[in-house]
């Protein structure tokens, strides 16, 4: 496996960790609070949703000349990447709330028992739970298969990474089954600060590159590109960060 | 339709139009220079760097 190759995996991989953490959060409060296999119906219903848009998406990106696909989501993924840097800092320098799977967890919770007696949905069905799983595998999914494919089809790999995506995505459920319960553990603020860096470097070497740049090192210098945004990323982080007020300044 | 492209736009742009505008300025730029024969590979990690800066900044600012 190539630098370039186990950068997208990995890149890839930690992407999908925490979306799947996310819509795992919001599956287990309305299977716990109100039906387990209506919310699993929801998310049979949110997957099969996910698979009709990859499946009308993909060949179409698919068949767009490199050249044009590199431009156009490379720079889709830069804005995207930014959207999620921005955030990150954010969260990093303690203006943003941090993101929370317990406090999450308790709130679809209590929202969950909110909504009243069982909705009647097809048959049996609790269309609430239904709507709900469906709904949050749908979008935190949506997000997942964006970056599935423009990683995916940019370096001619869908592949491995649509393989990277089944692995986070496994490990996360076969965790959130054995814990049956949130998974707070995961540093996931961390996680997404991380992606954020590698999104939008993977998202302006695309573009450049498309745009008819050719950068130095050709694809090493992605490793560069990730330093610089981590360390513009880093450096912001401490550019906002509140500092203490001063003692002296307090008795003034 | 409209809600869909609106839905779309939410989901790759988000609330900051600027750094979108900005990206696509630095692309535009990169690919001007390097037909014009001028090395340009630099301009859009530098762009980000500026855009990030801007978009916290007026979040600082508020």
């Not at chain 1, 990995?10 to 925490?18: G, I, P, Q, R, Y």
Request: proline content about 3%.
């Amino acid at each position: 496996m190539s630098g370039s190759e186990a950068a997208l995996a990995v890149s890839v991989f930690l992407a999908c960790t925490v979306e799947a953490v996310e819509a795992l959060t919001i599956v287990l409060a309305v299977g716990s609070t109100r039906s387990w296999r209506s919310a699993l119906y929801g998310v049979t219903a949110g997957v099969l949703a996910l698979a009709a848009v990859i499946a009308a998406l993909g060949p179409a990106v698919g068949s767009i000349p490199l050249g044009v696909l590199r431009v156009a989501v490379g720079g889709l993924l830069l804005v995207f990447g930014l959207q999620w840097l921005r955030k990150a800092v954010l969260r990093a320098a303690g203006l943003k709330a941090l993101h929370d799977e317990q406090a999450i967890f308790a709130r679809e919770t209590q929202r969950a028992r909110g909504a009243g007696g069982r909705r009647p949905g097809l048959g049996s069905i609790d269309a609430y739970a239904f709507t709900i799983a469906c709904k949050g595998v749908l979008l935190e999914g949506l997000e997942v298969a964006f970056i599935v494919l423009t990683f995916g089809t940019n370096q001619h790999d869908v592949g491995l990474a649509a393989t990277a995506a089944a692995a986070a995505v496994i490990i996360v459920v076969a965790a959130g089954v054995a814990v049956r319960a949130p998974l707070a553990q995961i540093p996931e603020n961390t996680i997404k600060f991380i992606v954020g860096v590698l999104l939008s470097s993977f998202g302006t070497f695309w573009l450049a590159d498309g745009a008819g740049a050719h950068w130095p090192g050709a694809d090493a210098s992605l490793l560069g590109l990730i330093a610089w945004t981590a360390a513009c990323a880093i450096g912001l982080v401490a550019w906002l960060r509140p500092t203490p007020t001063a003692p002296l300044e307090q008795v003034r | 339709m409209k809600r869909g492209l609106l839905a779309v736009w939410e989901f790759i742009v988000g609330d900051d139009w600027v750094t979108a505008a900005g990206v696509v300025l630095a692309g535009a730029g990169t690919a001007l220079l390097q037909s014009a024969g001028v090395v340009a590979w630099w301009l859009i990690p530098l762009a980000v760097a500026i855009l990030l800066t801007r978009s916290l900044a007026r979040h600082r600012s508020r």
